[in-house]
């Protein structure tokens, strides 16, 4: 832990009550403070930080620490002292309150270490225990300054930690590897237990080593990395353990920590918070945005509290005081246009920067790519600060977040020791843009379905018959939103089918995938929507319309609106809207009606020739798409030689006869009964399905055998 460069800035201003100046040798710490103090060696020279872990500030003691490097540091809360390893003295050493080291004679075994970087106090007894990789755990009796090994390399484990901590309660102490995993120490035996994975540096983007973690009087444990100086708080759970970000602090590559674990960590009454709702993570409880005051400011006023107050019991509200006064939005924020803000700051330095979040797709969380002023350097009075509003942005009531600060690279959430959050309820309307239905804003088109595929079957196509209506929002000659409407209008067969619609031609990165959304008969779905591993967007309605739909109401109906006297107004309905990542050129959008299909449905017996290719269940291998649409990647295309499937080319899913397994009708179209074929209901059907132009019959829907279709 080799110092490279000093850290700059850690943890909150803090009070330095508990520090004094110079005086006798070996002056105790106040009592249990709450402080936690850093020693680093900037330059290979020991200094020492007192520092407050909920905002990363920091203040540098004065101190008497020597030229040697001193690491593995703790507090011991048995006399209210640190103690640490003295590398040039290659023993323990004791630091007071006035940070001057005093060198303790420390009788070592042979063999031990002469450099040791990963230590802490017990809480239970009045000992120092240190680690070292390959030589194993080490136990200093404080009293009589004696030194033993507790366990070696191999009996301990020899995980690659940085530092350890000793829990309030439960007598063992805890780490965190270079990977991101926890480890549970028991001292009493010398052993050490990995637990689960906390965090994922691959995920993060960035090296883990945590050379300073801290306990609190509550359990929980904070550990600063010290490639950037982030603070996580880590819930201990045994193998649920979590962490979830904290704070931003300093960087360095030589961190090592001290912090008597019976004090609580608590937000200080000078902190400024936000005021969104806390779905935002706006409160402490929930790790919200907070700042140190000081001088840095957006407009004239800050307040301090030392709580969040989440709207709509804002902090403004209760004392009267709006705070809120930094930033103004002049013109009106619009769907795909640019807009500004103006912004006014106060106290700025150098190394001042604003960011800035608004949640466009209004799901009550600021990400990654709601983020729309990313570390501008700012000085006294800027002005105007502009913008671009996503096309894919919903329109609405939403929440903006602004936040000033001297710390580069923060996020919307986590305590930074100076500037101020300012958060603000904005509208977000729409532009001028126009939208396209199909086949008009107020019919359905339907789509009917044979499921007997390669095979002919009963071709009465009511195994699956749907309405559908499409509208598309677009706005400068792109389409920028969806909205796709349904109702199962009939299910008859005996198989069990899924429904799905795929963009063809619209990658699935294309799609905003937060801002998808169905509702299957009024309800929100949690199932997955945007299929997984695809090229093109498909999206799935429902893997199985069975579970969503009843038979008809009469005691012998097994079908649903395929049988006599089995009619019912029941529908199930289904309405799915997206918003576009990327805009689409209209001109490259797929035609209406996109490509509705129908799949069978997992882990349910599908016919003798999907149980033959298949092994078993076809599940989403066998498709079922309108005539001359090309199956998705997932299609098994050994079905297309079990049957009387007669495609080729860029020609799909008909037979020899240009007969399909699937039609589009254009509209809510009287449908074939249980086990009577379309050519006998329809018998203009046959001439138009052979005529690839189109030409014949178009309009042989309309004349029906009365019959042999059902009427409700």
């Not at 323990?92 to 040791?116: N, R, V």
């Not at 240190?130 to 080490?138: F, H, Q, V």
């Not at 708080?233 to 979830?244: C, W």
Request: aromatic share 12%.
């Amino acid at each position: 832990m080799k110092s490279n460069h000093l850290l700059k800035g850690l943890f909150l201003s803090i009070s330095v009550s508990g520090f004094s100046s110079y005086v006798t040798a070996e002056t105790p710490f106040t009592d249990c403070p709450t402080e936690a103090f850093l020693i680093q060696n900037p330059s290979g020279l020991p200094v020492a930080y007192g520092v407050n872990i909920d905002l990363g500030s920091y203040i540098t003691m004065n101190s008497s620490l020597g030229s040697d490097k001193i690491n593995a540091v703790g507090y011991s809360q048995h006399d209210d002292f640190i103690y640490g390893w003295d590398y040039g003295a290659q023993s323990l050493a004791k630091i007071d309150a006035t940070f001057t080291k005093y060198p303790l004679s420390i009788s070592k075994p042979e063999g031990a270490p002469t450099a040791i970087y990963v230590g802490d106090v017990s809480l239970d007894e009045n000992a120092w225990y240190g680690y070292r990789p390959n030589y194993g755990l080490y136990r200093i009796d404080i009293v009589s300054e004696t030194m033993e090994q507790v366990a070696n390399s191999s009996q301990f484990g020899n995980p690659s930690i940085y530092d350890l901590a000793f829990h309030p309660d439960n007598g063992l102490a805890y780490s965190i590897d270079a990977n991101g995993y926890l480890w549970e120490i028991d001292v009493s035996n010398g052993s050490s237990t990995q637990l689960n994975q906390i965090l994922d540096k691959t995920a993060l983007g960035y090296k883990l080593i945590f050379g300073a973690i801290y306990f609190d009087v509550n359990g929980n444990l904070y550990s600063s990395n010290n490639s950037n100086g982030y603070i996580f708080r880590v819930t201990i759970d045994g193998n649920n353990s979590s962490a979830n970000f904290f704070a931003y602090g300093p960087s360095s590559s030589s961190n090592d920590g001290a912090r008597c674990a019976l004090a609580p960590v608590e937000p200080s009454v000078y902190t400024d918070f936000g005021d969104a709702p806390d779905s935002y993570q706006t409160s402490y409880d929930q790790l919200g945005a907070r700042h140190g005051l000081s001088d840095l400011k957006l407009g004239t006023l800050v307040d301090g509290e030392a709580e969040g107050s989440p709207y709509p019991l804002s902090d403004d509200s209760s004392d009267g005081s709006d705070d809120e006064d930094g930033i103004q939005f002049p013109v009106p924020i619009q769907v795909g246009q640019v807009s500004k803000v103006i912004a006014t700051v106060n106290g700025a330095s150098g190394d001042s920067v604003l960011n800035a979040w608004v949640d466009f797709d209004r799901d009550g969380t600021f990400e990654s790519d709601e983020l729309i002023i990313n570390d501008l350097s700012v000085d006294e009075n800027t002005g105007d600060v502009f913008f671009t509003v996503p096309t894919w942005a919903d329109v609405g009531e939403t929440w903006a977040r602004f936040r000033l600060s001297n710390t580069s690279g923060i996020g919307p959430s986590g305590g930074v020791p100076s500037g101020e959050v300012e958060d603000y309820q904005i509208d977000i309307t729409e532009n001028e843009g126009s939208t396209e239905s199909y086949p008009t804003s107020g019919t359905y088109v339907t789509f009917a379905y044979e499921d007997q595929y390669p095979l002919v079957g009963d071709y009465d196509m009511n195994d699956v018959l749907m309405n559908v209506k499409f509208t598309e929002y677009q706005l400068d000659n792109q389409v920028i939103r969806l909205k796709i409407e349904g109702q199962v209008a009939a299910l008859g067969g005996n198989h069990r089918s899924g429904f799905a619609i795929r963009l063809p031609n619209v990658a699935r990165s294309d799609i905003k995938e937060d801002t998808i959304a169905l509702t299957i008969n009024g309800t929100l779905s949690n199932a997955e929507i945007l299929e997984a591993n695809t090229t093109d967007a498909v999206f799935i309605i429902h893997e199985d319309l069975w579970d969503i739909t009843e038979a008809g109401e009469t005691e012998n109906c097994t079908m649903f609106r395929t049988q006599d006297n089995c009619g019912t107004a029941y529908r199930p309905s289904w309405q799915l809207t997206l918003s576009l990542k990327n805009a689409v050129a209209m001109s490259a959008m797929p035609e209406f009606p996109y490509d509705p299909f129908i799949f069978a449905a997992p882990g349910h017996y599908y016919g003798e020739v999907g149980l033959e290719v298949s092994g078993g269940y076809p599940g989403r291998g066998l498709e079922i798409h309108l005539k001359n649409n090309a199956p998705t990647s997932k299609f098994v295309s050994t079905y297309k030689t079990k049957g009387v499937d007669a495609s080729s080319g860029d020609t799909h899913f008909h037979d020899a006869n240009g007969l399909p397994w699937a039609i589009e009708i254009p509209n809510t179209w009287k449908h074939p009964l249980e086990q009577v074929n379309i050519l006998e209901a329809y018998t203009q059907f046959a001439g138009f399905a052979q005529d690839s132009s189109g030409n014949t019959d178009p309009t042989w829907y309309t004349q029906s055998t009365v019959s042999k279709i059902y009427a409700d």
